[in-house]
């Protein structure tokens, strides 16, 4: 006799599969690739130094949307920065949504990925004065370098910052 615990899971594994897509040759069709690729940014960064702490934090809000947030807290504990982010998969694009409160009317800033590889995000929004480019590189030690650039006050510059993953 089959027990009901086995022909469940069975029956939920078929079922799964038939949701997958696949391509002409057969070949697993992943829907949401490019996110995917970019899991690794995922948990709690932080930097610190005299000037303050500057956190990151990412989360899956679903399987095509990540939502992250930012701050810069002083030594005092005020916060002098607030960013809230969203990377989405929509389609073939990878998009980075970027909030500042107090900047750009607090309004979205949209940034397309123009350079996605094993350990490295590029977005880049050329019709935005500062930042023009979002850059994310996976170091090792569980680090990652943010730099992000533009122009401001009509000159070409770039900030960078060296993140530490916290567990």
């Not at 809000?61 to 929509?90: A, C, I, N, Y």
């Not at 900047?103 to 979205?108: A, G, I, M």
């Not at 006050?153 to 993140?163: D, F, P, R, V």
Request: overall charge negative; proline content about 3%.
């Amino acid at each position: 006799m089959i027990k009901p615990t086995f022909l469940f899971l069975v029956l939920s594994s078929l079922l799964l599969q038939s949701c997958n897509k696949y391509d002409a040759n057969g070949k697993l069709i992943k829907e949401y690739e490019q996110i995917d690729n970019a899991s690794w940014l995922m948990g709690n960064w932080e930097k610190s130094d005299s000037l303050g702490i500057l956190t990151e934090s990412w989360q899956a809000l679903d399987d095509s949307t990540f939502v992250g947030q930012s701050f810069f807290v002083t030594p005092r504990k005020d916060t002098v920065h607030k960013e809230t982010m969203e990377l989405m998969q929509k389609d073939d694009f990878l998009i980075y949504t970027a909030t500042v409160k107090g900047e750009n009317k607090d309004e979205p800033t949209r940034f397309q990925l123009t350079e996605n590889a094993d350990s490295l995000l590029v977005f880049e929004n050329p019709k935005h004065d500062y930042p023009k480019k979002i850059r994310y590189e996976l170091k090792v030690d569980k680090r990652v370098t943010i730099t992000i650039s533009g122009n401001q006050s009509g000159k070409l510059s770039n900030e960078s910052y060296l993140m530490q993953k916290k567990e």
